[in-house]
Each structure stands twice: as C-alpha cells, then as structure tokens.
C-alpha cells in the first residue's frame, strides 16, 4: 500500500504523524512510504531522515493525490478541504462533532475519515486519544500558572504558593486520562488540587492512584458552582468519546469566580466544556470573558513536538500496519476497536454521536462498509 505522511499547515502545529523510525517499520513490510517535504522538521526529523529508511520525500501535491492511506496528526483545515477525495483513507485526528464545515467537506469528497480519537477498545479505554490526552492533561495547569500571572491577566498568584502564603486551589473537571495527568502536575507544583468527577468507582480509582492526596468530590452542578468560588485555575478535562464536550460552567456562572481566576479548557477540540470558551492558538492563546482568563489553545500538544510526535506513533504504528497490510475492510472486520474509528465512508456518516451532533443521518458501519476497497 502507498501511504502518505502529509506536513501539518495549521498554525503552530510542529507534530507530524509519522516518525522515520514508524516509517521503516512500514518498508519492511513491504509498503511505499510518501512524505511530504518538510513534514518533520517540527519534531526534530530532517527529510534525509526519512529518505534513510526507505521512504520518498516528495511535494503536498504527490502526497495527497497519490496516497491510498494518508497520515496526519490534526484535521484537515479549510485550504486542504479541496484536496480531500474519493478513494482516499484518512486516518488522523478529526474532532469532527464540533466542526461542521469539516464534516460537510468529509462527506461531500466520499473520503473515508478514520479517527484517532474514536478508536475505542471493548474495555472503553481510547488508546489513539490516550498519550496526547496525556501531554495536554500535563500542560494544562504549566499553561494554566503562566496564565495566572499578572502580567498576562491572572490574578497573579504563584501556584505553589511559598512558606506562610497558602498554594493556589486548582480545580480539574473529570478524572479521565486528562485529569488524572493534570492533577499529578498540579500536584507536583504544589497547588491545592480537587478533582470532580461523575463516578464513585473512578473516584476510588484517583484516591489511590493520588495516594489521597487530592479532595475527590462528585461532579453535578451544584458542587461545581461551590468550587468555582475559591478556584484559582479550573481545568476542563471532560470527554465524550467523538461526541460534543458537555458544557459544564455556562457564562452565567462565571460571576462566582475571582477575577483574573483562569479556565483552562483542553476539551476544546470537542467543542469545550466551559459555555464561554472558543479556540485560540499558540499565537494568541488567551482572552478575558467577564474577568476571567481563558487558556483554549486546541492543538495543546504541539506545543512539545518531539515528545508528543514520539508518543502518537508509539501508539498508532500498529494500527497503521493493519490497516496496510490488510485493506481498511479487513482490518476494521478483524478488530472492533478499529472499526470505532471510521467515522465516514463515501459520503456516509458512520459515528452515531457526530451525526446527532450535526442532526444529519446516521449510517451503520456494516451498510456503508460495501464501499470500502
């Protein structure tokens, strides 16, 4: 199978999704390996790198029209929508529940858009979602002190705190993957840290994976407006797998906080879990809604691309030799997780919850998978 290794064009996006040590894996096997100029510069991987193994180093235009299988770490953005086809597998990370000109633009070219993020194991553990939900739950309260800072619009309040002056009280909605990551750094800064969560099970899961070092209290929306009183910095780690994020502070909660208080919403791919939040960039990462600090930055991991380039294709490599090895139809026939991933197939949308979503009709696998080569 050929497969193509695009270059991320979305601001401050240094990922890529394939390394050259992934890239020989696929070699060996037997495929052809396309990459697109430049595409891991970002993450420290010359093209002489990838031409070391094996793979051809070739132009955008080669590698979007020749792939049969094309890799990436982020959505398409609206310059690449043109380029998107019939024929094409794309499998990356497409968030599409929140994005409407996306899905349109999935549906209308027939491309089969395989998700990252919608890979989902018997067990309900996401593993495509898993390291990045890991290094964006870990930034979250990094990004969150530096935006508590005065001079960026935070109260300006050390997290930590120092002898005879009490630590910030961080605030994590959601003990997933994300939550429980952020809360071990928000930890390891010193902050006083409570997690919010819906279930009791996970909640004795965090106590001792925390070894009891952080207040553990039921989310519902009453707590949430008590907390959010004394909160220095809240962290949006709630997630429905390819659904839209629920919203759990609204505007009309945000007078309950101190000013200069801030919302760090790593749902925001989903759509955000805080009313009030948009998406924001690497760039301009920040802006102010009633006093209060957002931090939405949508693509948090690119910030540390080697790391998070290193751990996507740790997990996504196998994934990948399936589906090339075997054709998309076998792979997704032989593991179920797989076949979570497919969220449209020519001009059909296969994921329930983005569908509802969109309020667009929802195919079953099986029928559209007849389209499938």
């Not at 390291?131 to 960026?152: C, D, F, T």
């Not at 925390?210 to 809240?234: C, H, K, P, Y």
Request: glycine share 10%.
């Amino acid at each position: 199978m050929r497969i193509g290794v695009a270059k991320e064009i979305k601001p401050r996006e240094y990922r890529v999704a394939l390394t050259p040590a992934g890239a020989l894996e696929l070699v060996q096997r037997g495929h052809e390996v396309v990459v697109e100029q430049g595409a891991g510069i970002g993450s420290g991987f010359v093209d002489e790198a990838y031409a070391a193994v094996g793979a051809r180093v070739v132009d955008v235009d080669e590698v979007w029209s020749t792939a049969e299988l094309l890799l990436k770490v982020k959505e398409p953005i609206e310059a690449e929508y043109a380029r998107l086809r019939d024929g094409l597998t794309l499998f990356t990370y497409l968030h599409i529940a929140a994005d409407g000109p996306l899905t349109h633009a999935l549906l209308d070219s027939g491309v089969t858009g395989v998700a990252y993020e919608t890979v989902e194991t018997p067990d309900r553990r996401l593993p495509l979602l898993a390291p990045m939900s890991e290094v964006a739950g870990r930034l979250a309260p990094q990004m969150g002190a530096w935006a508590l800072e005065k001079a960026h619009g935070g109260r300006g309040i050390l997290l930590g705190g120092v002898p005879g002056v009490p630590p910030a009280k961080v605030v994590v909605l959601g003990g997933g993957v994300v939550g429980l990551n952020a809360a071990i750094i928000a930890l390891g800064m010193q902050a006083d840290v409570w997690v919010l969560d819906k279930s009791v099970d996970r909640m004795r899961e965090l106590e001792i994976a925390l070894d009891g070092r952080v207040t553990l209290a039921m989310s519902n929306r009453l707590q949430i407006e008590e907390v959010l009183r004394d909160a220095d910095m809240v962290i949006g780690a709630v997630l429905i797998p390819g659904a839209v994020a629920p919203k759990l502070v609204t505007h009309e909660m945000l007078p309950l906080m101190r000013p200069g208080s801030v919302l760090v919403d790593v749902a925001i791919d989903q759509g955000g879990c805080f009313e009030t939040s948009h998406a924001t960039t690497h760039d301009d990462p920040i802006f102010e809604v009633d006093g209060i600090v957002h931090y939405c930055v949508a693509n948090m991991p690119g910030a540390v691309p080697i790391t998070s380039t290193k751990a996507l294709t740790n997990v996504t490599l196998p994934y990948v030799e399936a589906i090339a090895d075997k054709g998309l139809s076998r792979a997704i026939a032989d593991d179920p997780a797989l076949a979570k991933g497919v969220n449209t197939i020519a001009g059909k949308l296969t994921y329930r919850a983005v569908a509802e979503a969109h309020g667009l009709a929802h195919t079953r696998l099986e029928d559209a998978q007849s389209a499938l080569v």
